[in-house]
């Protein structure tokens, strides 16, 4: 997909102005932030189990290679097949090939954020293999030729009427008379329209929530079913997934699951889990003939050992998103790629560089809330503080805010000088501002003053005041206490 | 008005012989120096009500914060340097925000990763880091203040004494004992107002909103006045609710809680 993180701001100021967006956002704003604090209230063990989830994904880290290849041969040995990609590239060719091989001519997918990083959808289409979204999110956005606003909630940025409008414009085979008000009759429009497309599809398309090393398993996690119906029915199952998705065992898989869906819709579990371990094996009633897995790296080896390794524990469940006062004010497209939000300003530049994403780790206030609530316990804004130290160091930033700081710092390091210069700055601009206590306009400050009104210092620094006061006391308790010598 | 301490508090502090006044460095944070020096003076108030020793170190500025912030460590780390000098000898250093106290409890010691004495320098003058209404309550055990003041308050939770510091509960403590003084809670007190140092005018556009709900919510709860402990943030905020025209009055809670209310809130002019 096309990059826009250069030109976030506008983006930004583009999402602030879209009305209906704003209207969408308002619910990310209530909704899953009171679900997830009920769900881990709930749960007396829940901070525990963010500490095992940290742990467990730690130590896979640490032996990712080992794991990678334990993982490789159980899935070998259940008659699947895997294949690595080391680019984005590799991973579309590789699949292409096996569409190829197997003739095809539709492909269904479910839910797959990797499936976006590497940009699949757009390359099958070229190649004339026809991609189905079976999430319902994730279908709205395809009719409308849009890419996910939000990692777990695709189509959050969507309102009713407006999927109303869609199912109308496309669904043309339909009574354009038919009923649409309640969001319930869309849904049943979408799922008897999606309900053909899996028995025509000649490949299913998942990615992973998790891949078990000790069985050589996939795990998807979904709420609608369409993923079960997509890898399930076709002949052949693809899964594209990136290589930090690696988890031991099924235990661990159990503690993080437990984390996973709370933190992410404040369900306890999501309404299905789906473990799948290789192709249909004789006398199994259904499954898939081949089973694929394209394991990706794109970038993510590179993380390994760098102050950005503890992202690659990230399980893509939104809470940071979700809990983000900039997301919630500009929604995930302005961020201009894949991952949006927090876990984004931190992975983005990971994978398409900083020099095209350096204002995604500046755009946050480190209110700290994402990583409050990460139930990998990932430190969201120290990892974005970690870019803009790189950002800083390659002379990224712009030259005003760089002179700015660098005339700042050479202030803050030279106390008495600093002391003497706001003195008589801040007197200045309290004499200034006394009449009306604010400033609606101050030269060099529009930054500040376009929005809000500028306080008045008091006038006088707290510094010289101090100064002034405690020299009189001491003054004072000085000439006290000699004149009560001379008078005794 | 003298703040009621309870004693006992100080894990330094020996159960024979009674303690010598803390001495504290009061840590004043730019802002408090330069725009709110009344802040500076309610906090010196609150800690020698308390029983405190209280000095103002000269060889300070600033946190480092923004430079911290900025992905600039070669000079966060100079400043830090400095600021821990500046407070060698003193038993603790107190600063009247959440946000500056979080830099120098949480932050100076991965500024000297690769030196491992400055580090351990580091470590120990964090660890005698507290927020002012923190250090008043947890550390000093004051449970109540003798201040009083007429009307109605809603407190905003500044992001990093809340989520760095896990103060909540004490601001609102002391709150309760101020007299005639009536808490109105606002939705989601603990939701960030946009401030964000440098980020508030680096994405203008993006912390406007982001106020604009934060003073939607602070009008809703029907409060006279707004309080927080961080400067910062109740400069973003009284800024954006005198651009609406709003009368809420915007002070930094240690002006209450020391009752030092005469001077005119934050971005009030001074009367006659």
Redesign the interface.
């Given at each position: 997909m096309q990059i826009t993180s250069p030109q976030f701001k506008a983006n930004a100021r583009h999402a602030l102005d879209d009305a209906p967006l704003q209207r969408a956002l308002g619910h990310v704003r209530s909704g899953f932030i009171t679900k997830r604090a009920t769900a881990a209230a709930a749960l007396p063990e829940f901070e525990q189990l963010r500490d095992n989830a940290r742990d467990i994904k730690d130590h896979v880290l640490a032996h990712l290679d080992l794991y990678l290849e334990a993982y490789a041969e159980k899935v070998e040995a259940a008659g699947g097949t895997v294949h690595w990609a080391e680019t984005a590239e590799d991973a579309r060719r590789i699949i292409l090939d096996i569409c190829r091989k197997r003739g095809a001519r539709t492909v269904t997918k479910g839910k797959s954020m990797i499936t976006e990083e590497i940009g699949l959808n757009a390359f099958l289409d070229e190649h004339s293999v026809a991609p189905v979204e079976t999430d319902l999110g994730e279908y709205i956005i395809q009719l409308r030729g849009e890419h996910p606003s939000h990692i777990i909630a695709p189509a959050v940025h969507v309102n009713k009427d407006q999927v109303e409008a869609d199912f109308r414009r496309v669904h043309t085979h339909l009574d354009p008379n038919r009923n649409l008000e309640e969001p319930t009759t869309l849904l049943g429009e979408a799922r008897a329209v999606l309900r053909d497309k899996y028995f025509q599809a000649d490949i299913g398309i998942t990615g992973a929530n998790f891949l078990v090393a000790e069985t050589g398993s996939s795990i998807i996690v979904t709420n609608e079913g369409n993923g079960d119906l997509t890898q399930i029915l076709p002949k052949t199952h693809v899964v594209v997934a990136s290589i930090e998705k690696i988890v031991p065992t099924l235990e661990d898989v159990s503690q993080i699951l437990r984390v996973l869906a709370r933190s992410a819709t404040g369900q306890d579990m999501s309404v299905y889990t789906t473990v799948s371990t290789g192709p249909k094996r004789a006398g199994d009633p259904d499954g898939p003939e081949e089973y694929h897995v394209v394991l990706l790296d794109n970038g993510r080896s590179a993380m390994l050992g760098t102050e950005f390794q503890d992202m690659l524990r990230c399980i893509r469940c939104g809470a940071c998103m979700n809990h983000c006062p900039v997301y919630h004010a500009v929604g995930g497209h302005a961020y201009g790629w894949v991952y949006p939000g927090p876990m984004g300003a931190v992975l983005t530049p990971s994978l398409i560089g900083v020099d095209q994403s350096g204002h995604l780790p500046n755009a946050s206030t480190f209110c700290g809330r994402c990583e409050s609530v990460c139930p990998m316990r990932i430190p969201l804004p120290k990892m974005m503080r970690h870019w803009r130290e790189r950002e800083f160091s390659r002379n990224l930033n712009p030259a005003t805010a760089r002179y700015g700081l660098a005339l700042w710092a050479f202030f803050a390091k030279r106390p008495a000088l600093y002391q003497g210069l706001t003195r008589l700055a801040m007197g200045a601009l309290g004499l200034i501002g006394r009449g009306r206590g604010r400033f609606s306009f101050l030269p060099l400050a529009g930054g500040w003053t376009r929005h809000r009104d500028l306080p008045a210092p008091q006038g006088g620094t707290f510094q010289a005041q101090w100064a002034k006061a405690r020299g009189a006391k001491a003054k004072d308790m000085r000439s006290k206490s000699a004149s009560g010598r001379a008078s005794a | 008005m003298t703040a009621t301490a309870q004693t006992g508090a100080q894990p330094n502090e020996t159960a024979q012989a009674p303690a010598a006044a803390p001495r504290v460095g009061l840590f004043?944070t730019?802002l408090?120096?330069?725009?709110?020096?009344?802040v500076?003076?309610a906090a010196v108030k609150l800690m020698e009500d308390a029983g405190c020793l209280v000095e103002?170190p000269?060889?300070?500025?600033?946190c480092?914060q923004?430079?911290?912030?900025?992905?600039?460590?070669k000079?966060a780390r100079?400043?830090a340097e400095?600021t821990i000098r500046?407070f060698e000898g003193y038993d603790y250093v107190v600063a009247p925000s959440g946000s500056c106290a979080g830099m120098l409890k949480k932050h100076y010691e991965e500024l000297f990763d690769d030196d491992a004495p400055a580090r351990e320098r580091a470590a120990a003058f964090s660890a005698k880091v507290f927020e002012l209404v923190s250090f008043l309550t947890d550390v000093l055990g004051v449970t109540g203040v003798e201040a009083r003041f007429q009307g109605s308050a809603t407190y905003h939770d500044s992001?990093?004494g809340l989520?760095?510091l896990g103060i909540s509960r004490q601001p609102r403590k002391l709150l309760a004992s101020v007299e005639g003084l009536e808490l109105k809670e606002m939705r989601d007190p603990?939701?960030?107002c946009?401030?964000?140092?440098?980020?508030?005018?680096?994405?203008?556009?993006?912390?406007?909103?982001?106020?604009e709900?934060k003073t939607r919510t602070i009008r809703e709860s029907g409060a006279g006045m707004l309080l927080a402990g961080d400067l910062g943030c109740l400069?973003?905020m009284?800024?954006?609710l005198?651009?609406e025209g709003s009368a809420i009055e915007v002070r930094h809670v240690a002006e209450v809680l020391a009752g030092m209310t005469d001077?005119?809130a934050?971005?009030?002019?001074?009367q006659g």
């Open positions: - | 004043v730019c408090v120096d330069l725009f709110r020096p009344s500076g003076f103002v000269a060889a300070q500025t600033c480092g923004p430079a911290f912030n900025s992905g600039d460590r000079d100079a400043i400095q500046a992001c990093s989520r760095e603990d939701v960030c946009g401030f964000g140092g440098t980020f508030c005018v680096k994405y203008p556009d993006i912390s406007n909103k982001i106020v709900e400069m973003n009284a800024g954006k005198k651009r001077q005119p934050i971005g009030e002019k001074r």
